[in-house]
């Protein structure tokens, strides 16, 4: 299931929502993006003061459905979660959560790594961070490219 | 055909969407991109370089090779930064 939202989520009643009643669930894996206040060009923390996430509507559910499907096909998997948020954000707020829930643990880590790789580099959504010299749109980084490259699919 | 700018190329160009008509002459991205650039120094600006502009046909990524027609729904954006 795939949600895109302004509003926050609660990952452990997503996760409990997700198992409820699937007996056949070994074991799920979950991964919550944070804001952080780290200036990318500097490296400086507390440098950010907020972050506005713009998205295309339309064209992201499609992306984010499209490489759930990627992972189901992969991956033998009771359960699949994507939760993305857009609009603005403050540091310390929840951006992203990824769950999947498999039979066996490696199935989940690896689908989990997998999804978060691909929506980096697919999911049309841009940050917009606001810092003491105004807002800095955030470069897209190589090593994104690369993660998402080994998975082997295009 | 509808021309969406996301992110910068928004800042760059001044306009979230708009409905635009191209001359026949246009069949690809990259030819509606040359047309873009002729409109003005906005459209220029955000072409500039075109190693950041991502491209998306109907919705899905494509390559500057890929043809635009009449009732597409083009979008041009930055490489992509969620998650």
Known sequence: ?154 | MKVLYFAWLRSKTGVAEELLTPPESVGTVQELIDWLIERGAGYADAFADLSLVRVAVNQEYVDFSHPVKVGDEVAMFPPVTGG
């Open chain 1, 1 to 154: 299931m795939i949600r895109v939202q302004a509003e926050d989520f609660d990952p452990g009643l997503e996760m409990e929502k997700m198992a409820e009643g699937n007996h056949a669930i070994g074991g799920m894996c979950s991964f919550v993006g944070l804001v952080r206040d780290m200036d990318p060009s500097t490296g400086e923390d507390k440098a950010v003061k907020s972050m506005t996430l713009e998205h295309y509507p339309g064209m992201t559910e499609k992306q984010l459905e499209k490489i759930e499907t990627l992972a189901n096909e992969r991956w033998d998997l009771d359960g699949t979660l994507i939760i993305h948020r857009y609009g603005k954000l403050n540091p310390g707020e929840r951006i992203v959560l990824v769950v999947t829930a498999s039979r066996h643990r490696q199935a989940a880590f690896d689908s989990c790594n997998f999804l978060m790789d691909w929506l980096k580099t697919k999911a049309p959504f841009w940050k917009l961070e606001e810092t003491p010299d105004g807002g800095q749109w955030v470069d897209a980084r190589e090593s994104d490219n690369t993660a998402t490259d080994k998975w082997g699919e295009s």
